[in-house]
């Protein structure tokens, strides 16, 4: 959907890396936490290492760097990736793969594991 400016004219919504809607965007980090989530760090680390344990993927910002080099990619295979998003947005697949009908990303830590090994 598109958004009317001041003067009236529409502009496009905001796109993330040029070509993922934000809602896109948060599956796509969201699948990036799931992967590398924030840890506790064993007891006596050092505040180096705790950072360390505590960062996920997010932190790092991994999504934009994974939508980033999706961008370069040819037309099909990114609305290839995107049914894949939209098919992580529904909750009748969070119910068939972890048995939760919500989407993806209202999952816990635990049932989006359990939804992308099922996947």
Same mark, same amino acid.
């Given at each position: 959907?598109? /958004?009317? +400016? +001041?003067?009236?004219? *529409? #502009? ?13 965007? #948060?599956? @796509?980090? #969201? ?13 006596? +680390? ?7 344990? =505590?960062? *996920? /993927?997010?932190?790092? &910002? @991994? ?8 961008? &370069?990619?040819?037309?099909? /295979? !990114? /609305?290839?990736? =995107?049914?894949?998003? =939209?098919?992580? %947005? ?5 119910? @068939?793969?972890?048995?939760? %009908? ?6 816990? !830590?635990? !049932?989006?594991? *359990?939804?992308? #090994?099922?996947?």
């Amino acid at each position: 959907m598109a /958004a009317t +400016s +001041s003067s009236g004219t *529409k #502009t496009a919504p905001e796109r993330v890396a040029g070509w993922l809607s934000p809602e896109e965007f #948060t599956i @796509v980090e #969201t699948v990036c936490d799931t992967f590398f989530p924030s840890l506790e760090p064993p007891p006596g +680390s050092s505040a180096i290492e705790s950072a360390y344990y =505590r960062r *996920k /993927a997010s932190d790092l &910002h @991994v999504a934009l760097l994974l939508a980033e080099t999706l961008a &370069h990619e040819n037309e099909d /295979a !990114q /609305a290839d990736f =995107r049914r894949l998003l =939209r098919l992580m %947005a529904s909750p009748a697949t969070s119910l @068939v793969l972890a048995r939760s %009908a919500k989407p993806f990303v209202a999952l816990t !830590q635990e !049932q989006r594991e *359990k939804y992308l #090994t099922a996947m």
